[in-house]
């Protein structure tokens, strides 16, 4: 089922919105990839190694997908006691290794899950992650997830989807569920 890269575009996919299913749907197009024998990699900017079910599944999925979580959690919520430069400093790593992985060209889909939170944040500089949209090789996929995506990278993106909340549990008093939140 693997195919030559040579002369394949990859796309820019944004996942945006207030809505639920941003990394829920990326990582779907993972699995699709996987499916051809792409590698993917998933670089968490915000979520912390250990904590999710995605990361358990995901190892699951290797050598094709390849998850790192770099962040250090929720960043001034959720009993959140880190000092901010802490946050600024795992998005700044965060970056520098995406960068360096989706220029390598070992991967051909990349998944950037919060970024846009970090980008919101400010723990990173949009100028940044706008060189690093530049710097991707022609035939790398990148899915960019999270809340607030700038206009200067939906203006970039091939596809920009918007996750809308019309309704979620959470505002009746339900927890995040374990296999389906997280």
Known sequence: MKEALSGVRGLVLVNTGNGKGKTTAALGTVLRAVGYEHRCLIVQFIKEKGVSGEQAALARLAPEAEIVSLGRGFVGIMNDQLPRQEHIEAATKALAFAREKIVSGAYR?????????????HLIPLSDVLELLDARPHEVTLILTGRGAP?????????????????HAFQRGIPALRGVDF
């Open 151 to 167: 206009p200067e990278i939906i203006e970039r993106a091939d596809t920009v989807t918007e996750m809308t909340e019309i309704k």
């Open 109 to 121: 889909l990349v998944v950037l899950d919060e970024i846009l939170v970090a980008l919101k944040l």
